[in-house]
């Protein structure tokens, strides 16, 4: 069975501060990962996708990079914000037909 | 360039009603997905639509479920005969091109309420 777990569940930080938010998988067959951010109520917001060929990927502050011969991903957030506080998903693209397994997120808070 | 396109973004329905639940791609995309949110629980996976076609329906309850993206018009999701435990919030997403290279975007969400 395919499963997608995140650790922590919840990070409470102060601003400024860089801190890593990880993902983790069982599928060696992955196709692609991506991270999304989700505020309350509502939708998913793409961060950065990651094909199975590449080893990571990069936009402005953020950085996530994917091993696959340990199942691990992870997101680098570089000097958070409050406007980071939110909560992110990390999603497993799994087989050819373009669904996504999704971890259950952790929620974050950057701290004024 | 709009985004995903999702109506009605709230939904309530009395037990035994239908619901419908529409999603219009950003433009260019051909790939529709939807995916199902429930109270506690994570995102999952319901169904992988292209044109005309369903790819990849594991994800739908084998009942009263079903889901179409007509050659025209926006793609839809239909709960027939709705019962308390499908009250979710029900996300639609699209992308320009499959895997492995699909970066997928989501809309904002409908969310059904069955009373």
């Known amino acids: 069975k395919q499963e997608v777990t995140q650790i922590p569940a919840a990070l409470s930080v102060p601003e400024g501060e860089n801190l890593v938010l990880n993902c983790s998988f069982t599928?060696?067959?992955?196709?692609?990962l991506q991270w999304f951010r989700q505020d309350p109520g509502k939708g998913l917001t793409s961060l950065l996708l990651?094909?199975?060929?590449?080893r990571e990927q990069t936009s402005g502050r953020l950085n996530a990079s994917l091993d696959k011969s340990s199942g691990r991903s992870t997101l680098y957030i570089a000097a958070s914000q409050p406007g980071d506080s939110a909560t992110y998903l990390c999603?497993?693209?799994?087989?050819?037909?373009?669904?996504?397994?999704f971890g259950q997120g952790t929620t974050l808070q950057v701290k004024p | 360039n709009a985004g995903v396109m999702q109506n009605p973004r709230h939904l309530v329905r009395r037990r035994g009603q239908e619901a419908r639940l529409r999603c219009s791609p950003m433009?260019?995309?051909?790939?529709v997905y939807w995916y199902r949110q429930l109270p506690e629980e994570g995102l999952k996976f319901m169904v992988y639509l292209q044109k005309e076609n369903i790819i990849d329906e594991s994800g739908m309850p084998k009942e009263r479920f079903s889901a179409e993206f007509p050659k025209e018009g926006p793609s839809i999701l239909r709960i027939q005969q709705v019962v308390r435990g499908d009250s979710a919030a029900y996300f639609c997403?699209?992308?320009?091109?499959?895997?492995?290279?699909?970066?997928?975007?989501f809309g904002e969400g409908s969310w059904l309420t069955v009373v």
């Open positions: 999603g497993e693209g799994s087989g050819n037909t373009g669904k996504l397994i």
């Open positions: 433009k260019g995309h051909s790939h």
């Open positions: 997403a699209s992308s320009n091109v499959g895997p492995p290279g699909n970066t997928i975007y």
């Open positions: 990651i094909q199975s060929s590449q």
């Open positions: 599928d060696s067959a992955i196709y692609n």
